[in-house]
């Protein structure tokens, strides 16, 4: 009898948490300080010179649902607005991959440089932003959380529907398993709240790449809600980048781990996207 491929997925899950707990046990713990990563690792740390330059720093957009309803979600004609106005501005579009590799290199981009990212698992992806991507050919990386993608489903994000965005050029990242507040998880500091921690952090990562067939790199703060040790446990985990909600742009030099998004809200205007990539 064949089995459906969701229960062998669960049994590498199972294994996975079985063997990765002892490790990730370890990462609690330690008697020392956690490594101060946004403070950069002696192996990201400069053998030369870098550019450190506000001029030389390149924001990251943060948009999430497209229905219009709610200060976070856009409508889908204002966010086409926006992208036609980067367009119109000559703004040079750059995948997240690429804004990492020059951040691990200390190099800079050119100027008028910006990156796309969506947060959460909003069917108005795939009804709306995967058409609007495909028609400007701008790359997006899309941040969900698991526990709300499901095998099938009319109007939800499926794994099937993932795997073809990301065949469109939208890449598909972890934004935890639950969506809870990681900051508060921590504070806890209770056997269920590290196993929580666990769960939301390395199971998320490794369920996406079973899932997906491909690594997933970087890691998207439910809330935008961070520490140094959370960062740390990110790091971890395997990913190579987390993300979070702080205001600004993003410095090119090498020990930049948790890089800032520009958070586009209901009300900001057109001049307010202007500004913030001039």
């Known amino acids: 009898m064949k089995r459906a491929p969701w229960i062998h997925i669960g049994i590498i899950l199972f294994a996975l948490l079985c063997g990765a707990g002892i490790i990730w046990s370890l990462v609690f713990s330690r008697g020392d300080a956690p490594v101060l990563v946004t403070d950069g690792l002696p192996s990201w740390r400069a053998k030369g010179s870098e550019d450190r330059s506000r001029n030389n720093s390149v924001p990251v957009l943060l948009y999430h649902n497209i229905d219009g309803a709610g200060g976070y979600s856009l409508d889908y004609e204002k966010l086409r607005a926006q992208f036609e106005l980067l367009r119109t501005m000559g703004v040079h579009l750059v995948r997240l991959d690429t804004l990492v590799e020059h951040v691990a290199l200390g190099k800079a981009l050119p100027r008028k440089t910006v990156a796309i990212s969506f947060d959460d698992d909003f069917f108005s992806f795939y009804e709306k932003l995967l058409p609007l991507a495909r028609e400007f050919g701008y790359p997006v990386t899309l941040f969900v959380y698991t526990s ?131």
């Open 148 to 278: 709300q993608i499901f095998n099938r489903g009319d109007r939800n994000l499926t794994w099937k529907r993932l795997l073809e965005m990301e065949r469109a050029g939208i890449s598909i990242q972890c934004h935890s398993a639950t969506h809870p507040d990681l900051v508060r998880l921590l504070e806890k500091n209770t056997p269920e709240s590290r196993q929580k921690l666990f769960e939301e952090i390395y199971l998320a990562k490794r369920k996406m790449e079973l899932y997906l067939g491909k690594e997933i790199r970087y890691f998207a703060f439910p809330y935008g809600r961070f520490t140094t040790t959370l960062a740390e446990l990110c790091r971890e985990a395997g990913f190579e980048r987390t993300f979070s909600t702080e205001d600004g742009t993003n410095i090119m030099t090498r020990n930049n781990f948790c890089l800032r998004r520009r958070h586009i809200k209901k009300d900001d205007s057109e001049e307010t996207v202007r500004a913030i990539v001039e």
